[in-house]
């Protein structure tokens, strides 16, 4: 049975750079089927989400959201069962910040493309799906053999492969200069300002343009983004959990996985349970 050519789909804001990385692919890769071209980040998610491709070219900095985004809310929604494409990210950094990709499962393309560069990103793909390819259909006769010993059995289906994703997030905000870390939120209420010591807060909450100060007894909003707020926290305390969520290491009491495999925290002195994206999910792997 004939397999059917890898399908590709390119994010990229710039109009001649998408055509001349669609040209180039169809030189080196002819049979790959190029199934959309995105000008922006918000269209990259829609149609990911849509047409389920095996490979994602994803400009870095684009409008709506960037290619670091458009990858991480797809890991989040991406559905079970069905693998998650692999990411080439399309860049203008340097060589010092290209290291961060040398050691991660995601490739890059440096603009403008080169077709020597394109040339071994095309080979690795390549690889990439042979051995998925491979796992697969391993993966399909063991499942097979054990429905035929066992008829009754729990379905268990692959989740998308977000270690090595989450490991070139962190790689590359890592990358980015230290912002001086904060020791008090100062949240408006009324007429004055309320001075919150961050030990005593529990979780961070986006809210559209605004983050939810959580303490154990009461709220209190903040003008800015978690994307502001998070190089300003301690990592070692403050743990981002969900895109949209950031949670005080220490108020955390458990983490949970209910019967689909999704896992959420409860905490030690309030009684929101908070959802866990399985992009973080490494975070609360057992010692």
């Given at each position: 049975?004939t397999s059917s050519p890898p399908r590709a789909l390119i994010a990229e804001d710039e109009p001649?750079?998408?055509?001349?990385?669609?040209?180039?692919?169809?030189?080196?890769?002819?049979?790959?089927?190029?199934?959309?071209?995105?000008?922006?980040?918000?269209?990259?998610?829609?149609?990911?989400?849509?047409?389920?491709?095996?490979?994602?070219?994803?400009?870095?900095?684009?409008?709506?959201?960037?290619?670091?985004?458009?990858?991480?809310?797809?890991?989040?929604?991406?559905?079970?069962?069905?693998?998650?494409?692999?990411?080439?990210?399309?860049?203008?950094?340097?060589?010092?910040?290209?290291?961060?990709?040398?050691?991660?499962?995601?490739?890059?393309?440096?603009?403008?493309?080169?077709?020597?560069?394109?040339?071994?990103?095309?080979?690795?793909?390549?690889?990439?799906?042979?051995?998925?390819?491979?796992?697969?259909?391993?993966?399909?006769?063991?499942?097979?053999?054990?429905?035929?010993?066992?008829?009754?059995?729990?379905?268990?289906?692959?989740?998308?492969?977000?270690?090595?994703?989450?490991?070139?997030?962190?790689?590359?905000?890592?990358?980015?200069?230290?912002?001086?870390?904060?020791?008090?939120?100062?949240?408006?209420?009324?007429?004055?300002?309320?001075?919150?010591?961050?030990?005593?807060?529990?979780?961070?909450?986006?809210?559209?343009?605004?983050?939810?100060?959580?303490?154990?007894?009461?709220?209190?909003?903040?003008?800015?983004?978690?994307?502001?707020?998070?190089?300003?926290?301690?990592?070692?305390?403050?743990?981002?959990?969900?895109?949209?969520?950031?949670?005080?290491?220490?108020?955390?009491?458990?983490?949970?996985?209910?019967?689909?495999?999704?896992?959420?925290?409860?905490?030690?002195?309030?009684?929101?349970?908070?959802?866990?994206?399985?992009?973080?999910?490494?975070?609360?792997?057992?010692?």
């Amino acid at each position: 049975m004939t397999s059917s050519p890898p399908r590709a789909l390119i994010a990229e804001d710039e109009p001649i750079l998408a055509a001349a990385l669609a040209h180039a692919l169809r030189r080196l890769w002819p049979e790959l089927d190029i199934v959309a071209t995105c000008a922006n980040g918000v269209e990259a998610l829609q149609q990911g989400l849509a047409l389920q491709p095996d490979i994602l070219f994803l400009d870095i900095k684009m409008p709506g959201k960037t290619g670091l985004e458009a990858a991480e809310e797809l890991a989040e929604q991406w559905p079970d069962g069905i693998a998650f494409p692999h990411i080439v990210f399309v860049t203008a950094y340097d060589e010092y910040a290209l290291a961060a990709f040398e050691h991660a499962a995601a490739d890059y393309v440096l603009k403008p493309v080169n077709d020597a560069r394109l040339g071994k990103t095309v080979e690795r793909l390549q690889q990439r799906l042979r051995d998925s390819a491979g796992t697969s259909g391993t993966a399909a006769a063991t499942a097979a053999a054990a429905a035929a010993a066992a008829p009754v059995a729990a379905t268990i289906t692959a989740a998308p492969s977000d270690d090595n994703l989450a490991r070139l997030l962190a790689q590359l905000q890592a990358m980015v200069p230290p912002a001086p870390r904060l020791q008090m939120i100062r949240a408006a209420v009324g007429n004055s300002v309320r001075m919150i010591a961050l030990a005593d807060v529990v979780y961070f909450e986006a809210l559209d343009k605004y983050i939810n100060v959580v303490c154990q007894d009461s709220e209190a909003l903040i003008r800015t983004s978690l994307k502001e707020l998070l190089p300003q926290l301690d990592p070692q305390q403050f743990w981002q959990i969900h895109r949209g969520t950031i949670v005080n290491a220490s108020a955390i009491a458990t983490a949970v996985r209910d019967e689909a495999g999704k896992l959420s925290l409860t905490l030690r002195q309030h009684p929101a349970q908070l959802r866990v994206s399985p992009l973080y999910a490494h975070l609360f792997r057992q010692m």
